[in-house]
Nanobody, 126 residues
């Protein structure tokens, strides 16, 4: 079983940047597709971005495209979410997720991911 540990969240002002990191256990990180989800208070968990095991990336929705970037460093067993120009509506608990890669594109649905981190709070003040 893969263990995921997120870090990098915190309290920032609108317009600031944060980089979330997710470190995975094991020696097979390069064979996994990785995703970032977020859940705001009172809302459903939503897909933010993903990177497949071959490095194909996707960022979901106009609200974050152009501001968020996902990347991975297989040598460090780490996936990143770079978040720029943060807005109050970005406030949420951000979750890292993983699944064994089976295709070129990262999954975008919660049920497609087998492993989850415990979440990392990002709060953006106005």
């Amino acid at each position: 079983q893969v263990q995921l540990v997120e870090s990098g969240g915190g309290l920032v002002q609108a317009g600031d940047s944060l980089r979330l990191s997710c470190v995975a256990s094991g020696r097979t990180f390069s064979s996994y597709s990785m995703g970032w989800f977020r859940q705001a208070p009172g809302k459903e968990r939503e897909f933010v971005a993903g990177v497949s095991y071959i490095g194909y990336t996707i960022v979901n929705g106009d609200s974050v495209k152009g501001r968020f970037t996902i990347s991975r460093d297989n040598a460090k067993n780490t996936v990143y979410l770079q978040m720029n120009s943060l807005k109050p509506e970005d406030t949420a608990v951000y979750y890292c997720a993983a699944r064994r890669g089976t295709g070129y594109y990262p999954p975008s649905q919660q049920h497609e991911y087998a492993y989850w981190g415990q979440g990392n709070q990002v709060t953006v003040s106005s």
